[in-house]
């Protein structure tokens, strides 16, 4: 293992929890999902964390059901584990949530696609 790159990961990973980074619960919806992705992608981008490390960290963050969904599913449906694939799972499964008084909410991905440059 290069002594460089653990040394880079293990800064990456301080930087990343030093930012108090959102959790998604998916029972107590607290923090809406628009929010945590949004939140992830910004510490991703200001703390320059590499794309290999991004859905380990971002699935540390998930609580309750999402937690226990990510658990069962994540080394099997994603291969690849990138980021893009990630959130496309977790919207596809708990986004986006309607507003309080609001119909069901759509499950459609392109809802977020401003939040990508």
Same mark, same amino acid.
Do not use: K, N
């Given at each position: $293992?290069?002594? *460089?790159? *653990? ?15 959102? *959790? ?15 939140? $992830?992608?910004? +510490?991703?981008?200001?703390? &320059? +964390?590499?794309? %290999? ?13 999402? %937690?226990?969904?990510? $658990? ?5 449906? $994603?291969? !690849?584990?990138?980021?893009? &694939?990630?959130?496309?799972?977790? +919207?596809?499964?708990?986004?986006? +949530?309607?507003? !309080? ?5 759509? %499950? ?10």
């Amino acid at each position: $293992m290069d002594p *460089v790159r *653990v040394e880079e990961d293990r800064d990456a990973v301080t930087s990343f929890y030093e930012s108090f980074p959102l *959790v998604f619960d998916s029972t107590r919806r607290t923090v809406s999902l628009a929010a945590w992705l949004y939140d $992830m992608e910004l +510490i991703f981008r200001t703390s &320059h +964390i590499q794309a %290999r490390l991004q859905v380990s960290l971002a699935s540390r963050c998930l609580r309750a059901d999402a %937690r226990l969904w990510w $658990m069962t599913l994540g080394e099997q449906a $994603m291969p !690849e584990r990138t980021w893009g &694939h990630f959130r496309s799972l977790v +919207i596809g499964r708990y986004g986006p +949530i309607p507003a !309080e008084g609001a119909d069901a909410p759509p %499950r459609d991905p392109e809802i977020y696609q401003d939040m990508h440059p």
